[in-house]
């Protein structure tokens, strides 16, 4: 219970605070207590977001009381969390950095200090782990971004910004996977779909797998657009271990 | 059996109240805005509470009946007619093959909803009705209905009982300000005493970036403690009050995304919702903070509420005593019935 806090987020919703930071441990740790929680069964419960590091659970209080809730969660958190290893699967997400695809990032490179290109090659040079989905269909919270290009959010977000688009928010980067309103410094763009409805799979990728960017020309980008069109392209996967 | 658009009007979706249980994928829980208005379109009528409705905004649809039901509106007044004669709202009114309800712009509030006592034969999707209009899945063709659209019924009319009981109060929505009572937190603490201050007191206007996805204000600057109000990303609760680093307020309604960064200073209670979302460009709200306890007690009494209308509309209506009202009420029947 160390650390854990239990927050109220309305009438109808309870946000379980793990930390305050991003990290695998956490992370793990929330998986195992929504398992618990699967297991156990709690009337009531509606729906439950698991995040990076916390887990926002909505009930309803017809059925379930604010204090009933919080007295069940805190004995199931007082129980011993075991956590699991996953194996790694990196997912090869091509994308074109700059230009129209990435509007920000000579704001990212400044911010930094360093060159577009010094942003680039630090940005597509690791392995990053998927947290979570969340915010849209099939967006992911990718941990590990290089504390050198760390970026705020942009004070006002933008009303729309394209499917595809590769950004920075603070300490985290991530792909839109489809059209949406958004508050990330844009810096590229993949022709990937990690959402795609009409897809068998709409949703490429899980929790608990990672995403590596491969830098490609304009060029590239738009011949692979064409095969993503045609149904045709396949996001090439490397399996190792964690 | 069913309905035809003649007219789509500006944004309307099938909705119910929403689809739970996937937001961990990150999609949205939809359904309706205004569950009190919904929950009301349904009883009216003996649907179940979760049953398929249309929500209409601003710009109302024009519907043509190919075959006999009832239905009922609730919600903003869109001046609905059928056949070019008002409309009742807050009524169970029957309708026949070839009947247009035909709705105008919203006189007072911003969504109506209609309830169908055959059902709208919509599928289910991930255990909802209900549209997703961002992930393009549920609801009609995941999308919201145009010109020409057809959805048919799933049963036939059902018999209702106590017919002429069916009408209740119009409900109001003509008022330019709310008082929307809030539960503060969950990161209240990174707003400074003087941020909480101004956020309690004063007045935030709805500004035309009022989706389904939710509603920004304008309003005096809430100030954070220290920086920037940005958290690491975490899940979003319907209503919930998040302040970016401009310092203005944006509420986040049915189609919100599931997590997000900013830091949430409150959450608006779920009774309270519905005063938002009947509100047009350039109304106020203030925000009063009441405590956990104190917002599930006036859930409980809002279900109370409701369920004493549903036990005000399952009795015969008094004017069966009065031979008078119910021959006059008789004869439009019958006039209608032509």
Request: hydrophobic fraction near 40%; charged fraction near 25%; include cysteine.
């Amino acid at each position: 219970m160390d650390n854990i806090k239990i927050l109220t987020e309305g009438d109808s919703s309870l946000l379980i605070v793990f930390g305050e930071e991003i990290s695998p441990a956490i992370n793990a740790k929330i998986a195992s207590v929504v398992r618990l929680m699967r297991e156990q069964h709690i009337e009531g419960i509606v729906d439950v977001i698991p995040a990076f590091a916390s887990l926002l659970i909505n009930y309803n209080p017809q059925v379930l009381s604010y204090r009933t809730l919080r007295e069940r969660m805190e004995a199931l958190l007082s129980l011993d969390l075991d956590t699991q290893e996953a194996v790694k699967r990196v997912y090869q997400i091509p994308v074109c950095y700059g230009g129209k695809y990435g509007p920000d990032i000579q704001a990212i490179a400044d911010h930094a200090g360093l060159s577009v290109e010094e942003v680039i090659s630090i940005h597509s040079s690791c392995d990053y782990l998927i947290y979570m989905l969340g915010f849209l269909p099939g967006f992911c919270y990718l941990g590990g971004l290089d504390q050198r290009i760390h970026t705020p959010r942009l004070s006002n977000p933008r009303l729309s910004i394209p499917a595809g688009s590769v950004g920075i928010g603070g300490s985290q980067t991530g792909i839109y996977p489809m059209d949406s309103p958004g508050g990330w410094q844009l810096m590229g763009m993949t022709p990937v779909k990690t959402y795609d409805p009409k897809r068998e799979v709409p949703i490429l990728v899980n929790a608990g797998e990672y995403i590596r960017f491969i830098p490609i020309t304009g060029d590239e980008f738009l011949q692979i657009k064409d095969e993503v069109d045609r149904g045709t392209y396949k996001v090439k996967v490397s399996s190792g271990e964690v | 059996m069913g309905i035809r658009v003649l007219k789509g009007g500006m944004l309307t979706t099938v909705q119910d109240l929403g689809r739970y249980g996937y937001q961990s994928q990150g999609f949205s829980v939809a359904g309706v805005m205004d569950i009190r208005s919904f929950k009301i379109a349904n009883l009216l009528i003996d649907n179940p509470e979760n049953e398929a409705v249309l929500e209409i905004t601003l710009i109302g649809p024009t519907l043509e009946f190919t075959s006999e039901t009832i239905i009922a509106i609730t919600g903003g007044d869109f001046s609905p007619t059928i056949n070019g004669e008002p409309a009742k709202m807050y009524t169970a009114l029957y309708m026949k093959k070839g009947d247009i309800l035909k709705f105008g712009s919203a006189r007072t509030g911003t969504r109506g909803y209609i309830s169908f006592s055959s059902y709208l034969d919509i599928p289910v999707v991930m255990g909802s009705r209900c549209t997703n209009l961002k992930s393009r899945i549920g609801g009609f063709k995941g999308r919201k209905l145009k010109d020409d659209d057809y959805i048919g019924f799933r049963i036939k009319r059902r018999y209702l009982p106590f017919f002429l009981s069916r009408t209740l109060p119009q409900e109001d929505f003509s008022a330019q300000e709310a008082v929307l009572r809030v539960v503060m937190g969950p990161q209240d603490d990174r707003f400074s005493r003087q941020g909480i201050e101004t956020f309690l007191r004063e007045k935030y206007t709805v500004t035309s970036e009022f989706d389904r996805m939710g509603c920004r204000l304008e309003g005096p600057f809430i100030a954070t403690a220290s920086g920037a109000a940005d958290i690491i990303s975490d899940g979003i609760a319907y209503g919930a009050v998040q302040v970016p680093s401009h310092g203005k307020p944006i509420i986040l309604l049915s189609d919100r995304q599931t997590t997000g960064g900013y830091a949430k200073i409150a959450a608006v209670i779920s009774a309270d919702i519905p005063k938002l979302v009947q509100r047009k460009t350039g109304h106020t709200v203030t925000f009063k903070a009441v405590t956990v306890e104190e917002a599930q007690a006036i859930f409980h009494a809002e279900t109370e509420q409701i369920e004493a209308m549903r036990k005000a509309i399952h009795v015969p209506c008094r004017e069966v005593l009065e031979s008078r009202l119910t021959a006059k009420r008789l004869r439009k029947l019958l006039v209608q019935e032509q």
